[in-house]
């Protein structure tokens, strides 16, 4: 059976953000993910964590200027010692969270960039990667990278697999792995079971939603049964996190997830039990 975890920054929108963790195991989540931490204390989130019994299963780095349209500091030249105190950041967070993978956003080339400025983007990215994940193993936690289809962040300098698949062997970190969002795949590349399987070693991390509105996963042009049944009888025991945005609300839009283990209320129902 697939683990599925709620990616709080996209579901339960509903509810302020730390109600958002009740509300989720509720559902019958046992795990979150969500964007960034960072507005709030690692003490709050623990307690949201341990009062809904739920795993903190990924968050992303400081991601730059966010609200200035950044999007990550991994490849950026010149923003390296930035990078280095988001990884401390992250890391702080993620020790006080239990949390095992972080995901480093490479950030966006500029709109002309030439193959010379690409270059300058790619060895930067090998570097802080490379420093990424060594402080990583320190404290047990993977760091992961993620192909974005550039069609919703244009210029985002990650967005095929063979790109990722690359870095992470130049890189040749254990710990340095894939996050393979089958979302950004489609819009890019398709032949998702192909590439589930090609990179089936590589992956630390797996997210889903329909495509093309990033809405639910049984509406749009996936067949998502397929993709779990792959899933399955490959061995995958990590995590599926639900990174779509509910095209209603986001319990009505759930009945998706009910043969996949998601029960409602049942968690609910064991804790006032006790
Ligand atoms: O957008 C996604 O798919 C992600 O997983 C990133 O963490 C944030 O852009
Ligand atoms: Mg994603």
């Not at 960034?36 to 709050?44: C, L, S, V």
């Not at 990033?214 to 599926?240: C, K, Q, T």
Request: hydrophobic share 45%; aromatic share 8%; net charge negative.
């Amino acid at each position: 059976m697939i683990r599925l975890a709620a990616n709080l920054s996209m579901l339960f929108t509903e509810h302020a953000f730390l109600d958002r963790f009740a509300a989720a195991a509720d559902a019958g989540f046992h795990g979150v993910e969500y964007l960034f931490p960072y507005a709030h204390e690692p003490m709050a989130l623990k307690a949201a964590l341990q009062e809904s019994d739920l795993r903190q299963v990924l968050f992303n780095l400081p991601p730059g200027d966010w609200d200035a349209g950044e999007r990550g500091l991994a490849s950026l030249p010149g923003r390296e010692a930035e990078f280095r105190d988001a990884v401390v950041e992250a890391l702080r967070y993620a020790e006080a969270l239990d949390c095992q993978r972080v995901h480093a956003m490479a950030g966006l080339l500029p709109a002309d960039a030439d193959a010379v400025v690409r270059a300058a983007h790619h060895a930067t990215y090998l570097n802080n990667l490379r420093f990424a994940a060594n402080e990583a193993a320190k404290v047990g936690c993977q760091v992961l990278i993620e192909p974005i289809n550039t069609r919703d962040m244009p210029g985002y300098f990650l967005s095929r697999q063979a790109q990722a698949m690359a870095v992470l062997e130049a890189v040749g970190a254990d710990n340095l792995r894939l996050q393979f969002d089958l979302y950004h795949c489609q819009v890019m590349e398709g032949d998702l079971i192909r590439h589930l399987e090609r990179q089936f070693g590589a992956i630390g991390h797996i997210q889903i939603a329909g495509v093309p509105q990033r809405h639910e996963p049984d509406r749009g042009e996936i067949h998502y049964p397929a993709i779990f049944e792959r899933l399955e009888s490959l061995g995958y025991a990590g995590w599926v996190g639900c990174e779509y945005r509910p095209a209603g609300g986001t319990r009505q839009g759930l009945e998706w997830g009910r043969e996949h283990g998601l029960t409602p209320d049942a968690a609910r129902n064991t804790r006032s039990n006790g």
